[in-house]
């Protein structure tokens, strides 16, 4: 079974910061099925990356995600007001399951 | 205007069952593979099932197999989650998402479900 190890558990930042989140694997898979997504308290996740580094439809380009293997990291380049939410990796492949990493908090310093 | 609205949660005892709807709008239902997530309070994400294309095409989370049983009617644009024998700890925030080949790219707002005696 597939384990996704995010980190850190929260980061405390200040707007215009560079922020660095991780996601780690128990195994090896194809950058293909690493999909990132936003979540803010009351509501529903975002989808922000798929495919490690693509980014969704409206998502600004001070979002990068990058990796292979088993280490993915997601780069927000100067943080906004809005950027400060729960960031959750997940492993989309092409057959379930679908396993999401147990999320990072990024909370304004 | 893509959307799924999720309804039919509520409080519920252990042991009994429950069915959640949710109702797409903004594009073809029919194309479209459709999940269930499910977040416990304070807790992360957790994939439940998926439903494709061919409604026989089914896939379920190794904590709810045996339980939960995911439907679609494509004539009215809807998925269904029906949860049988509840337990406490599928207690959770129930979100529908549609699912592409590489994500989850659209999601309702959530429709919470409580199981306690």
């Known amino acids: 079974e597939l384990v996704l190890t995010q ?16 996601c780690r694997a128990s195994q090896s898979f194809s950058s293909r099925y690493l999909v990132w997504y936003l979540q803010k308290p009351g509501q ?11 980014r969704a ?10 990796g292979s293997g088993t280490d993915f990291t997601l780069t927000i380049s100067r943080l906004e007001p809005e950027d400060f939410a729960v960031y959750y990796c997940q492993h989309y492949p092409g057959s379930p399951p679908y396993t999401f990493g147990q999320g990072t908090k990024l909370e304004i310093k | 205007q893509v959307q799924l609205v999720e309804s039919g949660g509520g409080v519920v005892q252990p042991g009994k069952s429950l069915t959640l709807s949710c109702e797409a709008s903004g594009f073809t239902f029919s194309n479209y593979g459709m999940h269930w997530v499910r977040q416990s ?7 439940v099932a ?3 294309y061919a409604e026989d095409n089914k896939s379920y989370a190794d904590s709810v197999k045996g339980r939960f049983t995911i439907s679609r009617d494509n004539s009215k644009n809807t998925l269904y989650l029906q949860m049988n024998t509840l337990r406490v700890e599928d207690t959770a925030v129930y979100f529908c998402s549609r699912g592409l080949l590489d994500s989850m790219d659209v999601w309702g707002q959530g429709t919470t479900v409580t199981v306690s005696s």
């Not at chain 1, 980190?7 to 991780?22: F, M, V």
């Not at chain 2, 309070?41 to 994939?47: A, I, N, S």
């Open chain 1, 57 to 66: 439809t409206g998502i600004p380009d001070r979002f990068t995600g990058s």
């Open chain 1, 44 to 54: 529903a996740p975002r989808l922000l990356i798929y495919g490690t580094s693509t």
């Open chain 2, 50 to 52: 998926v439903i494709w």
């Open chain 2, 41 to 47: 309070p304070g807790k992360g994400l957790e994939w």
């Open chain 1, 7 to 22: 980190s850190p558990a929260t980061l405390s930042l200040s707007p215009g910061e560079r922020a660095t989140l991780s």
